[in-house]
Each structure stands twice: as structure tokens, then as C-alpha cells.
């Protein structure tokens, strides 16, 4: 069973940043694909972000050139750097865990709330 507890998240104005980390129980990043993903209210969860084991990342076309999304391995934690936020881009952002052998092998965290407000 795999953990993840994210943290990082708050208030922020217009054009402000913010960090988001999701530390993981174990080292996992080899065999796994680690995402960002958001849930505004009324909406469906979509894909922020992804890092593959390789270092191969992916972004939603709505986030390319303001997020970056990166992995330590020696710390089993994966980051998610936001800037040139905007009021959209207010959710909550849960990380996520995709076994790239085991389909069934998934975990979410507890998510993390990021308000864009002035």
C-alpha cells in the first residue's frame, strides 16, 4: 500500500505562486508514474501534470509554460511549482500514483486546497 500526503496548498492572489510537494511512503518512483491532478467544485477531476519513472513529463495545455512538475527520489517526493496563477486554477489537487506494470496498482492522496483569489 502506497501513501501520499500532499502539502503545500493556500491562498494565493492573481499572478502569485505556489509549491505544491506529495510525499510518498516508500520509493516508489521507479515503478511508478506520479501525477497532479485538480477537482475545482463542480467539476470533473482532470490531469494537471504527470512525471514518468524515465523523467518524461506532461502537462494539461491550460497549465504548459506557468506549472513544472519534478520528483526526488531520494526524498520520494514529487513537486508541483505553480506560477502566474489564476483564479481558475483554483481546486483541490490531489496526487496520484499510477504502477506502470499494474494497472490496478493506484493510489490518490487526501488532496490539497489552492485558492486563487484577490
Known amino acids: 500500500q502506497v501513501q501520499l500526503v500532499e502539502s503545500g496548498g493556500g491562498l494565493v492572489q492573481p499572478g502569485g505562486s505556489l509549491s505544491l510537494s506529495c510525499a510518498a511512503s516508500?520509493?516508489?518512483?521507479?515503478?511508478?508514474?506520479m501525477g497532479w491532478y485538480r477537482q475545482a467544485p463542480g467539476k470533473e477531476r482532470e490531469l494537471v501534470a504527470a512525471?514518468?519513472?524515465?523523467?518524461?513529463?506532461t502537462y494539461a495545455d491550460s497549465v504548459k509554460g506557468r506549472f513544472t512538475i519534478s520528483g526526488n527520489n531520494a526524498k520520494n517526493t514529487v513537486y508541483l511549482q505553480m506560477n502566474s496563477l489564476k483564479p481558475e486554477d483554483t481546486a483541490v489537487y490531489y496526487c496520484?500514483?499510477?504502477?506502470?506494470?499494474?494497472?490496478?496498482?493506484?493510489?490518490w492522496g487526501k488532496g490539497t486546497l489552492v485558492t486563487v483569489s484577490s
Open positions: 496520484h500514483a499510477q504502477n506502470k506494470y499494474v494497472s490496478a496498482m493506484a493510489y
Open positions: 516508500g520509493s516508489i518512483f521507479s515503478a511508478y508514474t
Open positions: 512525471i514518468s519513472s524515465a523523467g518524461t513529463t
